[in-house]
């Protein structure tokens, strides 16, 4: 890999990114979205969601810290289990 890279090879300019593509990829399922919801999220082009995840385009920052502030709740506060046979209570 080259100096300056970020971890998978992801850099701007060779400095590292706020956030990598497979990092991006990690926070999108920990949060438990679609490329294609993000993008409706965001409301911007699901082309540029996915090339974030394919690291041709850098996440933008804010899009960075947004998300990996969500994936660290989503991994604190996991979804609950809950028994499929009926429980009226």
Same mark, same amino acid.
């Given at each position: 890999?080259?100096?300056?890279? #970020?971890?998978? !090879? &992801? $850099?701007?300019? !060779?400095?590292?990114? $706020? ?8 926070? /999108? $399922?920990?949060? !438990? *979205?679609?490329? =294609?919801?993000? #993008? &409706? @999220? /965001?409301? +911007?082009?699901? &082309?540029? +969601? =996915?090339?974030? #995840?394919? !690291? @041709? /385009? %850098? +996440? %933008?920052?804010? +899009?960075? $810290? *947004?998300?990996?502030? /969500?994936? @660290?709740?989503? =991994? @604190? ?6 028994? &499929?046979?009926?429980?009226? #209570?």
């Amino acid at each position: 890999m080259p100096q300056g890279a #970020a971890k998978h !090879g &992801t $850099t701007n300019g !060779g400095k590292p990114h $706020t956030m990598n593509n497979h990092e991006f990829i990690d926070c /999108l $399922t920990d949060i !438990g *979205w679609t490329m =294609r919801g993000l #993008a &409706t @999220r /965001l409301e +911007v082009e699901e &082309t540029n +969601v =996915r090339r974030w #995840a394919s !690291g @041709r /385009l %850098p +996440v %933008p920052k804010a +899009v960075a $810290t *947004w998300m990996k502030a /969500l994936a @660290r709740e989503h =991994r @604190r506060y996991p979804a609950p289990r809950i028994s &499929t046979r009926f429980n009226p #209570a």
